[in-house]
Nanobody, 121 residues
Framework: QVQLVESGGGLVQAGGSLRLSCTAS????????MGWYRQAPGNQRELVAT???????NYADSVKGRATISRDNAKNTVYLEMNSLKPEDTDVYYC???????????????WGQGTQVTVSS
């Protein structure tokens, strides 16, 4: 019913920058909060940043000052820009969205398939 497709991951040198994008598609009536999470093998998925439909943002302490989350509501797309990347930012990054489906009165959580970000030292 809803698909989240991420793009923009890859190999980046330490100190470099990247921009991730995630677009939601399907039978969408509205999207509440969207966000980015990351997970390394064997670890729990952790918050990177989230953004509300009105633009309110929340960042993990580990990325504050280095990350900017934004969204284009008309395109159902959320972006994550990160700079001053560190090797410890290496993870699989997942997009997340709280979506209200058409003809539905409640919101459900959806996840993308993940995109690998590798930061080389």
């Amino acid at each position: 019913q809803v698909q989240l497709v991420e793009s923009g991951g890859g190999l980046v040198q330490a100190g470099g920058s990247l921009r991730l994008s995630c677009t939601a598609s399907g039978s969408i009536n509205s999207i509440n909060r969207m966000g980015w999470y990351r997970q390394a093998p064997g670890n729990q998925r952790e918050l990177v940043a989230t953004i509300g439909s009105g633009g309110s943002t929340n960042y993990a302490d580990s990325v504050k000052g280095r990350a900017t989350i934004s969204r284009d509501n008309a395109k159902n797309t959320v972006y994550l820009e990160m700079n001053s990347l560190k090797p410890e930012d290496t993870d699989v990054y997942y997009c997340n969205a709280r979506v209200q489906l058409q003809a539905s009165s409640y919101y459900s959580m959806y996840w993308g398939q993940g995109t690998q970000v590798t930061v080389s030292s």
